[in-house]
C-alpha cells in the first residue's frame, strides 16, 4: 500500500491507498518540530483506532515547507523500511517535465495537481487551487506545467485585514446575502468574496485569452466548494487532487523503474 503525504503551509494531510481507493484520509497541522516518531505515534493512533489493515510498503511526498521533508524521510525509512518519492527531488520523475524559465523552482504542489489534472481531464487546463495562496496553474496540451498565477489565499486576505486594521474583527468567510454591506463584518465578507470572484473569473478570462484556445477551468481546495456553488467559475471541482496525483506520479516512476 501506498502512504502518500502532502505537506502544505498551514496542514500536512495524509492518506493510505490501496491500488484502487483511499481507505482513509486523515489531516494534521504542519509544524516542523514535529519528530518522525511523534508522526508515527499519531498515524498508527488513527490507523487502529479505524481497524484498517494497513500494509505501507511504499511512501510519495509533497512538501511546500522543506524543513518538514527530513522527519518525513525518516518517518519512511524508520517505521516503513522504504525510501520515500519526494516530489521536486531528480529521483522523483513525472510523466512531463514543467516548462518554466530556467532556475526556476516550481512548487511541488503545483506540478502534483497540474498531473492530477492532466490524469483525469486532459490538457489545456486552468487549476485553480484555494490554498494558503490561491494559485492558478496552466497546463498544455500535453501535460506540461507552463506557468501561472499566485495571489494571497482568501483566509490570508482576511487576517492581513484583521491584523492590520485595529478596528477590523477577525471574520469567517462566507457569501453575503447582499454586496453593499450593513455593519463590519458583512462589508469585509462582501469585500473579500466577491472581490476573489472577480480576481478568480478576471485571471482565468486573461490566460484563456493570452492562450488563445478554449481551457477548462478545475477548482481544489477548502474553500473551492464556496466558490463552486455560488457563481459559475469552474467547469469542474475536484477535492482530493493533490492526492490524486501523487498516485500518479507514484506509478509513473514504478513503472519506469520496472521498465
Known amino acids: 500500500m501506498l502512504l502518500a503525504i502532502d505537506c502544505g503551509n498551514t496542514n500536512t494531510v495524509f492518506s493510505i491507498w490501496d491500488g484502487e481507493k483511499f481507505l482513509a484520509t486523515w489531516r494534521t497541522s504542519t509544524e516542523h518540530q514535529r519528530t518522525a516518531d511523534q508522526y508515527y505515534v499519531w498515524l498508527s493512533t488513527l490507523i487502529a483506532f479505524q481497524k484498517i489493515e494497513a500494509d505501507i510498503t511504499d511512501v510519495i511526498i509533497s512538501s511546500t515547507v522543506?524543513?518538514?521533508?527530513?522527519?518525513?524521510?525518516?518517518?519512511?525509512d524508520r517505521y516503513f523500511n522504504t525510501r520515500p518519492y519526494v516530489v521536486g527531488k531528480p529521483?522523483?520523475?513525472?510523466?512531463?517535465?514543467?516548462?518554466?524559465?530556467?532556475?526556476?523552482?516550481?512548487?511541488?504542489?503545483?506540478?502534483?495537481?497540474?498531473?492530477?489534472?492532466?490524469?483525469?481531464y486532459g490538457g489545456?487546463?486552468?487549476?485553480?487551487?484555494?490554498?494558503?495562496?490561491?494559485?492558478?496553474?496552466?497546463?498544455?496540451?500535453?501535460?506540461?506545467?507552463i506557468g501561472g498565477v499566485i495571489a494571497p489565499g482568501?483566509?490570508?486576505?482576511?487576517?492581513?485585514?484583521?491584523?492590520?486594521?485595529?478596528?477590523?474583527?477577525?471574520?469567517?468567510?462566507s457569501k453575503p446575502q447582499r454586496v453593499v454591506g450593513t455593519n463590519t463584518v458583512?462589508?469585509?465578507?462582501?469585500?473579500?468574496?466577491?472581490?476573489?470572484?472577480?480576481?478568480?473569473?478576471?485571471?482565468?478570462?486573461?490566460?484563456?485569452a493570452e492562450r488563445d484556445r478554449p481551457m477548462k477551468v478545475i477548482s481544489t481546495g477548502g474553500l473551492a466548494p464556496l466558490?463552486?456553488?455560488?457563481?459559475?467559475?469552474?467547469?469542474?471541482?475536484?477535492?482530493?487532487?493533490?492526492?490524486?496525483?501523487?498516485?500518479?506520479?507514484?506509478?509513473?516512476?514504478?513503472?519506469q523503474e520496472s521498465s
Open 66 to 76: 522543506p524543513r518538514v521533508v527530513f522527519n518525513l524521510r525518516v518517518l519512511a
Open 91 to 120: 529521483d522523483c520523475l513525472l510523466p512531463v517535465d514543467a516548462r518554466v524559465d530556467v532556475g526556476t523552482n516550481v512548487g511541488p504542489d503545483r506540478l502534483v495537481n497540474t498531473v492530477a489534472g492532466y490524469d483525469l
Open 124 to 145: 489545456d487546463l486552468i487549476v485553480v487551487d484555494f490554498g494558503t495562496a490561491t494559485t492558478f496553474d496552466v497546463v498544455a496540451s500535453d501535460g506540461a506545467y
Open 154 to 173: 482568501v483566509n490570508l486576505s482576511l487576517e492581513a485585514l484583521h491584523l492590520a486594521a485595529a478596528a477590523l474583527p477577525h471574520v469567517d468567510i
Open 186 to 208: 458583512a462589508c469585509m465578507q462582501s469585500g473579500v468574496f466577491w472581490g476573489y470572484i472577480g480576481l478568480v473569473r478576471e485571471i482565468c478570462d486573461r490566460i484563456k
Open 227 to 255: 466558490f463552486q456553488q455560488s457563481e459559475d467559475l469552474f467547469d469542474e471541482w475536484v477535492d482530493a487532487l493533490t492526492m490524486h496525483g501523487l498516485t500518479v506520479i507514484h506509478d509513473y516512476n514504478k513503472r
